[in-house]
Antibody
Framework: QLQLQESGPGLVKPSETLSLTCTVS??????????WGWIRQPPGKGLEWIGT???????YYNPSLKSRVTMSVDTSKNQFSLKLSSVTAADTAVYYC????????????WGQGTLVIVSS | DIQMTQSPSTLSASVGDRVTITCRAS??????LAWYQQKPGKAPKLLIY???SLESGVPSRFSGSGSGTEFTLTISSLQPDDFATYYC?????????FGQGTRVEI
């Protein structure tokens, strides 16, 4: 059974960089059948796509966040990561990682989510 | 950017009701649309992909239809477990956008 698990600090100071890692177990991140993505959800609000990465490092970012987002993949560790720079309180959210099907689409496996609070 | 607009924002219904949620795209997205169900404190769950394909393990009372810019999610007979928030999502290689969500309440 595929599992995704987010990890990283739960508290980040304003202007600093938020860093999260998603560890994939029960399947290979190197599969050509899937993309891997990050989605976030501010408390009490809707879902926002942050970005998507392929096993070869190809990345696609939300234009509204593109200047602050960097995603990377480590196939040897079966992990992919998110960095979001210059954070503000507006970046406070539950951050989810997810697997995204390449050919037919849809995010079929999700991590449980991790709450990141931006506060001094 | 492609914008997704769901309606209604909130829907009040009873067990056994037929429920329909609409999602409209700001430009044509062919059939590249998914529907998700989310319960409080949980990650979203994929229900429908490619506008009308039922994800494995999802009850057949859920169905999706539409193409181009207009899409619907239908629950044929609402069950107690279905009270949740539903999101549509357009997707392509380069971008994804979620609708603002529809809360289905008793």
């Amino acid at each position: 059974q595929l599992q995704l698990q987010e990890s990283g600090p739960g508290l980040v100071k304003p202007s600093e960089t938020l860093s999260l890692t998603c560890t994939v177990s029960g399947g290979s991140i190197s599969s050509t059948s899937y993309y891997w993505g990050w989605i976030r959800q501010p408390p009490g609000k809707g879902l926002e796509w942050i970005g998507t990465i392929f096993y070869n490092g190809d990345t696609y970012y939300n234009p509204s966040l593109k200047s602050r987002v960097t995603m990377s993949v480590d196939t040897s560790k079966n992990q992919f990561s998110l960095k979001l720079s210059s954070v503000t309180a507006a970046d406070t959210a539950v951050y989810y990682c997810a697997r995204q099907k390449v050919t037919v689409g849809g995010d079929d496996y999700w991590g449980q989510g991790t709450l990141v609070i931006v506060s001094s | 950017d492609i914008q997704m607009t769901q309606s209604p924002s909130t829907l009040s219904a009873s067990v056994g009701d037929r429920v329909t949620i609409t999602c409209r795209a700001s430009q044509t997205i062919s059939y590249w649309l998914a529907w998700y169900q989310q319960k409080p404190g949980k990650a979203p769950k994929l229900l429908i992909y490619k506008a009308s394909s039922l994800e494995s393990g999802v009850p057949s009372r859920f169905s999706g239809s539409g193409s181009g810019t207009e899409f619907t999610l239908t629950i044929s007979s609402l069950q107690p477990d279905d009270f949740a928030t539903y999101y549509c999502q357009q997707y392509n290689v380069y971008s994804r956008t979620f609708g603002q969500g529809t809360r289905v309440e008793i």
